[in-house]
């Protein structure tokens, strides 16, 4: 049967997941306190560019699936399950910040009191988490509610440019939760979305919440090792590409997250790398590897930015580049940590004019960080004018296949930096340009 959902917050996480939910045939209503955002969704428009969110979110707004609104109260209220998919943004220390989840754990608490007694509600922690937040959150209901409810830990695995994808057909569905009502529950309410046979693993509430951050640590370590081994190549004369290949198909390994570049960035790697650092340094055993993971992707924007350094002896001032992709991956305009951001502001600190295009990341760019201190392209080519190199960030589709004939025209000197590794390097000696990747040998076409 359909269950009454509420979710508390209607970021990535927040809005995909009751779009979802209601796609399946539950009554969702998402809960926000910014009314800007409220008035888009109430109006037909999201907040974000997420493939294949819109007209999910379209027919079921039109059904009177999804519903969204200011009012906590009501919705928590007319609801069976309360999802709180809240921000917890990493404080100075690592450490996730809990006020946001906190501060809505107080107001339900006060809601349910309010209202007592009331039916049994399940309160789900869908938020990035640090271990024990099920119980605090429990202990701040607790604190004016005594009546029939529990908190369960359900960590999402989406990714940002898969979300939809993800949430209606998740690998695996993680419930942390000893309380049998609740395990029953959930269990009914994600059965639709693993027909064909993925698993629901249920577990106790400290383990779920760790599974999350181990689960994104994990793809970072991936991410980081094959940057540092990247490195290693450059300096030896190996090429990272044959290297991938050789150790992706050893079954043992796998293919996926093995592709140099220059950085993982996004919402969720950089923060729950943090968040399990400062974890396991609070339990006083440290996770060196982990350690090593975070040292290793602070450094590989900046030795991307020493390529284009050391190639123009130094001197970048008065140097136009042109920088393809702002985004922190393809198919997301989410900019948060994002590797283009730490190149560019290298590129000014040393004198150099920025000339970016983004599919659709431009418009966070100059809200959250550089305004009008660069130059925002309104298609790809024009990024290119009068420049002295073509700086490949973020590989988006659009990105892949150009047209290096007109590319060669509009740039002062054929000269390309890949930072995804997306392009083939016997093309690029075969067009006439110089050109850098990571991990594998420098392209010098030009005599």
């Not at 306190?33 to 493939?51: A, C, R, S, T, V």
């Not at 693993?201 to 994990?218: L, P």
Request: glycine share 8%.
């Amino acid at each position: 049967m359909p269950y009454n959902i509420a979710v508390i917050g209607t970021g990535y996480v927040g809005l995909v997941s009751g779009t979802c939910f209601a796609e399946n045939g539950n009554q969702v209503i998402c809960v926000d306190n910014d009314p800007k955002k409220l008035d888009k969704l109430n109006n037909g428009k999201i907040p974000i560019y997420e493939p294949g969110l819109h007209p999910l979110y379209e027919r079921n707004h039109k059904e009177g699936r999804l519903h969204f609104t200011d009012d906590l109260e009501e919705a928590v209220l007319k609801s069976d399950v309360v999802f709180l998919c809240l921000p917890t943004p990493p404080q100075e220390d690592g450490s996730a910040d809990l006020q946001y989840v906190l501060k809505v754990a107080d107001d339900i608490g006060q809601i349910l009191a309010k209202h007592a007694p009331q039916p049994f509600k399940v309160i789900v922690d869908k938020s990035t988490v640090p271990i024990g937040t099920s119980e605090k959150v429990t202990a701040t209901i607790n604190a004016h509610y005594d009546g029939d409810f529990t908190v369960a830990s359900n960590p999402e695995f989406l990714r940002e440019g898969f979300a939809v994808e993800d949430s209606l057909r998740p690998d695996r569905v993680v419930i942390g939760t000893s309380h049998e009502q609740a395990k029953q529950i959930l269990t009914d309410l994600y059965e639709p979305f693993v027909l064909s046979g993925n698993p629901i693993i249920i577990m106790d509430e400290r383990s779920a919440e760790i599974t999350k951050y181990a689960a994104n640590s994990h793809l970072a370590m991936r991410i980081s090792f094959m940057n540092d081994l990247a490195n290693l190549c450059e300096i030896l004369g190996a090429n990272i590409d044959n290297v991938r290949r050789g150790i992706g198909t050893d079954s043992r390994i796998g293919k996926k997250f093995l592709f140099a570049g220059s950085g993982y960035g996004g919402s969720c790697f950089p923060k729950d790398v943090k968040a399990l650092l400062k974890t396991s340094n609070d339990a006083q055993n440290k996770l060196r590897i982990v350690e090593a993971v975070e040292d290793v992707n602070a450094d590989q924007p900046k030795r991307f930015f020493k390529k284009v350094y050391d190639y123009f002896d130094g001197d970048l001032k008065g140097k136009t580049f042109a920088l393809w992709g702002l985004a922190f991956k393809p198919n997301t305009d989410d900019t948060r940590e994002a590797p283009a951001f730490i190149i560019i502001d290298h590129l000014l600190d040393a004198g150099a004019t920025v000339q970016a295009f983004d599919p659709e990341a431009m418009e966070n760019t100059r809200e959250l960080r550089f305004g009008d201190r660069i130059t925002y392209a309104g298609k790809s080519y024009e990024a290119l004018q009068n420049a002295d190199a073509l700086l490949l960030i973020t590989e988006w589709n659009e990105f892949r296949m150009p047209d290096w004939k007109k590319i060669k025209e509009m740039l002062n000197a054929p000269v390309v930096f890949d930072g995804r590794n997306i392009y083939d390097m016997q093309e690029m000696e075969k067009n006439g340009f110089d050109y850098f990747s990571i991990g594998r040998p420098p392209v010098r076409a030009r005599k």
